[in-house]
């Protein structure tokens, strides 16, 4: 069996979307003959490119000029002047596009990007422009990262206004996709001029001609030569789909629909009955749920929904020769001489979960079909977090299939990817991302969890920390803000190798937190926060405003709270989303229940004549959501200055056009919860007289080497010099402490830790003496 899994365009450009590298892992586990083509890449060079910028200009620059014409009309100078500009110095665009590309992949020639940046004939964009000369520094070299990248985004912005109104450097018409509900209009917008112009010859390049299904380098492990020749895929067999190569195109966003669709019309064409096209990820297990329309069957024969594993093995281990079989989790069309025939699918199936549920538990994602070096690392902003996104070319995997907690009101419970808990086995997910990363020469990793469970995390900080083989890794995730993120523990997690969070705080109100279920207060998010800035740890906040039941005071109290974490230092950047409600929230199937009193759901109108015609159904409006749309920009432009340092003494009601009443929350609020932080986290042992076996197994010295100097010990923690005289530890002696905390390094062998924490227990002095190297060095998780 030969499988194909397609990544569409277009998503975020420095690092490929994970979906092909867990399916790509599953499949060969499978036997299957697997390739994994990231054609976001791919379209990004056929259009970024000397090549695909010369095809762009020619195709763009009359109607590019018409557009000008007619603005200048209207009194539109600026836009009739950076159209003609941009025609003007298409040859400049043209010359420098290697260069950019080059430099955001791997580093360009240091001479030229001085030229880049001092030239008065290279290339310049609205953005580029507008970043200069808001610089509160001299202009450097250093921001020719910046610069490099806002060159992409102007040239986007070019492509919109006068090629493709649909395009954005890293989603393909996204509110189309969100917003209509009928797959006859989406249709409708397939044959677009970027689809058309540069897609298009993208799956020409790789999969055509016609009777040449597969490129010649098709094979199961990139390290092998091709395992077969182009040929035609009939063969003879009695198991369901055997005779057919698979392909799986993954949709994780809205941005991946239009292309995703486009490339499954292409293999249809191409294929014939000669495969199978399978279509899965995010937006499908969300928008398209109940997607039954039969003008599908004309761009795919399965749906998969979920995690997918249990779908394929059923599928492909079926042993009844019946094509009609229903199977888990997978919606089947059938094209027969009556018709179009949708088989439904089987939604619950206890023996295939346990077997897709201990995919889960031991799958790890292969990369191996991937060239890092050609993804080009963006940076748009001087934010430290922003930049973590994208300036970087992270290996993406996760620590546990859905969410912990999945109780959050506004989140999608009812879905696999929230509720359907399952952890990985941590030893053997670090081995192989490890592995991956000594291959690739990539040494990030983006936990892409819906949240990163702390005890697991822990436990994969202590594997890199006892990594002796290999260059440690440093990665990053999504978490919960909670009390279980301690002082100690995220010094340990920054010890080893963790880098940043984002995580949702929401609703910085306590009755807030309560009204959506979070499951955690201000308290401990404050603790949390604090914990991470002080082990160096960056921050990242999710915000959202708009709730069926919020109003202009619960909203400028959240935001006045989420002004004072900034002003504490807690935060490094955050982001206010909208709430959208979603048909399979938990708020949703409460108010289904006769409860959420105050929510008034908006069903969407159903076509009677066609009513499968539905397709994007999970989003859905409610009564009163447009007077919120109101707020977006005064929260916006206040959380910009924010993240920047900027007005942070600025009112909160000042950042808008409209009367607002003033903020409930204390003007020391945050700051209080910071000192209660302080207090509760002062001494090493919850139980000092007689600290339990457990909490003793959590001892770890994670500061530099001690050096003796004389009478006196010293020792470096966090950037800060420690030191401890032999009279402030007698009656031990230096040589024997620092044994022991030798010992209770991560990297020590198990049985002289195991000697150690012997000693500690037996000893009362000893315990109470390792008090003082709490806090510079001593950990206890």
């Given amino acids: 069996m030969q499988v194909l899994i397609i990544t569409p365009p277009l998503v975020q450009l420095n690092s490929p979307y994970p979906s092909g590298a867990y399916l790509s892992s599953y499949f060969k586990s499978q036997g299957f003959q697997t390739l994994w083509q990231d054609l976001n890449i791919k379209l990004y060079y056929s259009i970024f490119s000397r090549q695909g910028l010369t095809k762009l200009f020619e195709l763009s620059q009359e109607k590019a000029l018409q557009i000008a014409q007619k603005a200048e009309k209207d009194g539109d100078q600026a836009t009739a002047f950076n159209l003609r500009r941009y025609i003007s110095t298409k040859e400049s665009w043209i010359k420098w596009i290697d260069f950019i590309n080059q430099f955001l992949c791997s580093g360009g020639q240091r001479e030229k990007e001085h030229e880049f940046l001092y030239s008065p004939f290279a290339p310049r964009g609205n953005r580029m422009l507008s970043y200069l000369e808001n610089l509160n520094h001299e202009v450097s070299v250093d921001d020719v990262k910046i610069l490099a990248s806002l060159a992409l985004a102007d040239l986007s912005d070019y492509i919109t206004v006068a090629f493709d109104k649909n395009f954005s450097l890293i989603r393909y018409a996204e509110s189309l996709a969100v917003d209509e509900r009928s797959f006859s209009q989406i249709q409708k917008e397939l044959d677009s001029p970027i689809m058309e112009n540069f897609y298009q010859p993208v799956l020409q390049e790789l999969f055509g001609p016609s009777g040449s299904p597969l ?8 390290s092998q030569a091709p395992v077969f020749p182009r040929q035609s895929l009939r063969q003879e067999s009695s198991q369901a789909g055997q005779s057919k190569v698979l392909i799986c195109i993954s949709i994780p966003f809205a941005g991946t629909l239009l292309p995703a669709l486009y490339t499954a019309r292409f293999f249809k064409n191409l294929y014939k009955e000669e495969a199978i096209i399978s279509i899965g990820g995010g937006f499908v297990n969300t928008e398209l749920r109940n997607a039954r329309s039969e003008e599908l069957a004309n761009y795919v024969d399965i749906i998969s929904y979920d995690r997918g594993y249990g779908s394929y093995y059923q599928y492909f281990n079926q042993k009844e020769n019946n094509s009609e079989k229903k199977i888990y989790k997978l919606r089947q069309f059938i094209k027969n001489e009556a018709g179009i ?23 790890c994602p292969d990369y191996s079909d991937i060239d890092f070096s050609i993804y080009p690392r963006v940076s748009d902003d001087i934010n430290p977090m922003h930049r973590l996104w994208t300036d970087g070319a992270w290996i993406k995997a996760y620590l546990a299939h859905g969410c912990y907690w999945h109780k959050c009101a506004f989140c999608d419970t009812q879905l696999d990817y929230v509720c359907a808990y399952k952890p990985v086995g941590v030893k053997a997910l670090y081995q192989s991302l490890a592995k991956t990363s000594q291959e690739k020469n990539i040494y990030g990793i983006h936990f892409v969890d819906e949240a990163l469970p702390p005890s697991i995390l822990k436990e994969f900080a202590l594997q890199n920390l006892k990594n002796k083989e290999s260059t440690p890794l440093y990665y990053w995730g999504n978490i919960r803000f909670e009390k279980a993120f301690t002082k100690d523990l995220a010094a340990f997690l920054s010890a080893g190798g963790f880098a940043a969070v984002s995580a949702g705080l929401e609703v910085a109100t306590g009755s807030g937190l309560k009204n959506i279920n979070k499951g955690t207060d201000i308290e401990s998010i404050v603790s949390a926060c604090a914990a991470f800035k002080e082990a160096g740890i960056l921050v990242h906040a999710y915000m959202i405003y708009g709730f069926w039941n919020d109003s202009d005071q619960s909203i400028i109290d959240s935001m006045e709270t989420l002004r004072q974490f900034f002003q504490a230092g807690l935060l490094d950047s955050a982001f206010w989303h909208k709430f959208v409600l979603t048909r399979n929230s938990q708020v949703y199937t409460d108010w289904k229940n006769g409860l959420q009193k105050d929510l008034q759901p908006i069903e969407a109108k159903v076509n009677l004549k066609d009513p499968q015609s539905m397709f994007a159904q999970n989003n859905l409006h409610f009564k009163g959501e447009e007077y919120f749309e109101k707020f977006g920009k005064g929260l916006e432009t206040a959380l910009n200055s924010w993240m920047h340092g900027q007005a942070l003494n600025t009112k909160v009601q000042k950042w808008f056009d409209f009367p607002l009443p003033a903020p409930r929350i204390p003007k020391n609020y945050i700051e209080n919860l910071i000192n209660l932080y302080e207090e509760k986290n002062s001494k090493l042992f919850k139980s000092y007289a007689e600290p339990c076996q457990k909490e003793l197994q959590g001892l770890y010295w994670i500061a530099s ?35 022991i905390l030798n010992n209770l390094n991560p990297q020590a062998d198990q049985s002289l830790r195991s000697k150690s924490l ?9 315990k109470k ?13």
């Fill in 758 to 766: 012997e000693s500690i227990s037996s000893d009362k002095n000893l």
């Fill in 215 to 222: 490129p010649s380098g098709f094979c199961c492990k990139s």
């Fill in 705 to 739: 080497q001690t050096v003796i100097s004389g009478q006196n010990l010293s020792w470096f923690y966090l950037q800060e010099e420690f030191s401890i005289s032999q009279k402030e530890i007698n009656p031990v002696k230096i040589q024997d402490l620092v044994q």
């Fill in 341 to 363: 025939k949708v088989i439904e699918a089987e939604w619950e199936n206890k023996e295939i979960q346990k077997i897709e549920d201990a995919f889960t538990s031991t799958i």
């Fill in 769 to 781: 003496l390792l008090e003082l190297f709490h806090n510079q060095g001593l950990v206890c998780i």
